[in-house]
């Protein structure tokens, strides 16, 4: 089953770090956050990724093609370069990269991979982590039989709470808590069924709307962790929670590539 992932837009909530690079080149423990989301997905055996590319969209091309080189030892002899390690276990991702214009909108971006992907596909944004079990995500997709699958997660307040009482005197406050509704996580499944959902110059939730309005869409529950990239505070979140354990990465799934300096 492919992999596919959005990474064509311009991050502009993020302009400190996106104004020279992608969002998903944006990094976190010195990794790419897109590689991050990658790694999530081939701890569970998805290697095969199909990137919807955009804006500076040959930056992330450069990144991949460099990766090897920047993380294992070689040497170079007559031009010809001998590497001396086997470098790290996600060297054998399959990607397939597709420009799909730097202004498309998800929904169009989507019908313009639709020749490189299976009937069955798995889609996600390039600006979120999670300890999410991807085999129990699909398996809620292959039992409920419906077109669509996602992930609903509970994110976090970014304002403080307030309750109060029939006086207007405030009884409690929380600051920053988490969330009991739920919101899509990212982390989806489709079957290409979803295609004739779609329409051109549109966002994939106008097309999510349509499904969960035919009782389409099924929702897999996820209480674990889950934090997005969407402003410079969750940017600098993220490398903290990175500098403590990184709660997103699974045993064995740490990604070698702290020599990488082409960011």
């Known amino acids: 089953m492919s992999v596919v992932i959005f990474c064509g837009g311009k991050g502009t909530r993020l302009k400190e770090e996106t104004e020279f690079k992608p969002k998903p080149l944006v990094t976190v423990g010195g990794v790419p956050i897109l590689h991050h989301i990658m790694n999530i997905y081939a701890h569970f055996g998805y290697k095969k990724f199909v990137l919807c590319l955009g804006y500076r969209g040959n930056a992330i091309k450069d990144y991949f093609l460099n990766y090897k080189l920047f993380s294992t030892d070689f040497s170079l002899k007559d031009g010809k370069v001998k590497y001396l390690k086997s470098g790290n276990k996600s060297d054998d991702f399959d990607i397939t990269f597709v420009d799909t214009g730097e202004d498309t909108l998800t929904g169009e971006r ?19 982590v999670a300890k999410i079990d991807i085999e129990k995500l699909v398996e809620l997709h292959g039992k409920n039989g419906l077109t669509g699958t996602v992930t609903g997660v509970h994110p976090t307040s970014k304002f403080g709470l307030l309750a109060v009482n029939d006086k207007q005197v405030v009884t409690s406050f929380y600051q920053k808590p988490l969330l009991h509704d739920y919101v899509n996580g990212g982390f989806m499944v489709f079957k290409s069924k979803f295609f004739d959902y779609l329409k051109p110059n549109q966002m994939i939730e106008d097309a999510m709307k349509d499904l969960v309005e035919d009782e389409q869409m099924a929702m897999y529950k996820h209480d674990g962790f889950w934090h997005c990239m969407d402003t410079y505070k969750d940017y600098e979140d993220l490398n903290v929670l990175h500098a403590n354990g990184a709660p997103w990465v699974f045993d064995g799934s740490h990604i070698a590539v702290e020599h990488y300096v082409g960011l």
Do not use: Q, R, S
Request: hydrophobic fraction near 45%.
């Open 110 to 128: 989507l019908m313009m991979v639709k020749e490189y992907i299976d009937d069955d596909f798995m889609l996600t944004y390039g600006d979120a």
